[in-house]
């Protein structure tokens, strides 16, 4: 099993309420909408030209224009936009975890929306084949579903779950858990053995009333 490396990871709504989500995996690339912008302009990236045509289009839908919501708009542009095939992108649907990685090719639109290919397709299951089941997953992670924007960027720790996740890692709690239950273990074996033998027909006696 070769292991799943993650350089960034980031979260995507795969359209409003998941829109976009079924064709997505269905045509093996990740779909957003900023319809506003053609993918020549999406490419080519001029920042000052695309705020602009973010704020006029705001305005046009009568929402909020203010500085912050359009730097936060233009931030998730970016992300799709430049994300490279080192990041994973990880999105829920039908109550299971999905994540792919980007082709290092250009945006680009069809009738649907813009979107970007796909370099490892959607899948819903770890590196062995284990499905992704969302209410089964760490809570750093499945929270992540309740962000209301379209993108947003994963902490170190959520990247990080999400690396051992894939490839089937414990975590480092659950190692020192199963470390402490491992001594206890042999603690306990060890005390047994200096029990006098009355003792020991106790101790019996009373697990087994109380296991009834």
Same mark, same amino acid.
């Given at each position: 099993?070769?292991? =799943?490396?993650? @350089?960034?990871? *980031? ?15 269905? %045509? ?17 990236? %001029? !920042?000052?030209?695309?705020?602009? @045509? ?9 929402? /909020? ?8 708009? $233009?931030?998730?542009?970016? @992300? =799709?936009?430049?994300? &490279? ?6 999105? #829920? !649907? ?15 639109? %069809?009738?649907? /929306? ?17 499905? $992704? ?16 924007? &379209? ?6 720790? !959520? ?14 709690? *659950?190692?020192?858990? %199963? ?12 005390? $047994? ?6 003792? #020991?027909?106790?101790?019996?006696? $009373? ?6």
């Amino acid at each position: 099993m070769s292991t =799943i490396t993650v @350089k960034n990871a *980031y979260f995507v709504t795969l359209g409003r309420s998941g829109s976009l989500a079924k064709s997505s995996f269905r %045509d093996g690339i990740i779909r957003f909408d900023w319809s506003m912008l053609s993918p020549d302009e999406i490419n080519q990236w %001029d !920042e000052a030209n695309i705020r602009e @045509k973010i704020r006029l289009a705001r305005q046009a839908a009568r929402l /909020s224009d203010s500085k912050g919501v359009i730097s936060n708009d $233009l931030g998730a542009l970016r @992300k =799709i936009a430049h994300s &490279t095939s080192q990041d994973i992108w990880i999105t #829920f !649907e039908d109550s299971y975890l999905w994540w792919c990685r980007v082709a290092d090719t250009p945006v680009k639109a %069809d009738q649907t /929306s813009q979107y970007r290919e796909l370099s490892v397709a959607w899948s819903n299951c770890d590196a062995i084949g284990d499905a $992704l089941i969302a209410n089964q997953l760490p809570g750093r992670l499945t929270k992540i579903q309740r962000f209301s924007g &379209t993108i947003c960027s994963l902490g170190e720790e !959520e990247t990080g779950d999400l690396q051992r996740l894939l490839n089937r890692e414990a975590t480092r709690e *659950y190692e020192a858990i %199963d470390r402490a239950r491992t001594e206890l273990e042999q603690r306990v074996t060890s005390g $047994l053995s200096l029990l006098h033998w009355k003792d #020991f027909e106790l101790l019996v006696d $009373l697990v087994f009333r109380n296991a009834g």
